[in-house]
């Protein structure tokens, strides 16, 4: 079982950037894939970017490539989503998970969830 707690939410004028981080506890953070994913409201929760076990390999949405980084350090139990050059489109809040597997994009694909973060983005 791994708990997941996010940080870093904010609000940011467009173009401006933001760190988020999900903290995990417990022995075992290293052997979870773990991904971001975000929902806007009323709008159905999507992935945005997944990392695995141990770092080396990331997969990210079309529509924050080139834009968001996902990284980890095992050693503190954490993953990160760096996002720059935000759009008010990227507005939402943002979910860390964690999942057995990557890469994995499905919601249903990861059993353990954070409990959010809120990024809204002005223009």
């Known amino acids: 079982q791994v708990q997941l707690v996010e940080s870093g939410g904010g609000t940011v004028q467009a173009g401006g950037s933001l760190s988020l981080s999900c903290a995990a506890s417990?022995?075992?953070?290293?052997?979870?894939?773990m991904g971001w994913f975000r929902q806007a409201p009323g709008k159905d929760r999507e992935f945005v970017a997944a990392?695995?076990?141990?770092?080396?390999?990331?997969a990210s949405a079309d529509s924050v490539k080139g834009r968001f980084t996902i990284s980890r350090d095992n050693a503190k139990n954490t993953v990160y989503l760096q996002m720059l050059s935000l759009k008010p489109e990227d507005t939402a809040t943002y979910y860390c998970?964690?999942?057995?597997?990557?890469?994995?994009?499905?919601?249903?694909?990861?059993?353990?969830w954070g409990q959010g973060t809120q990024v809204t983005v002005s223009s």
């Open positions: 998970a964690a999942s057995l597997y990557y890469p994995r994009t499905r919601v249903g694909d990861y059993p353990h």
């Open positions: 417990g022995r075992t953070f290293g052997t979870y894939a």
């Open positions: 990392i695995s076990s141990s770092g080396g390999k990331t």
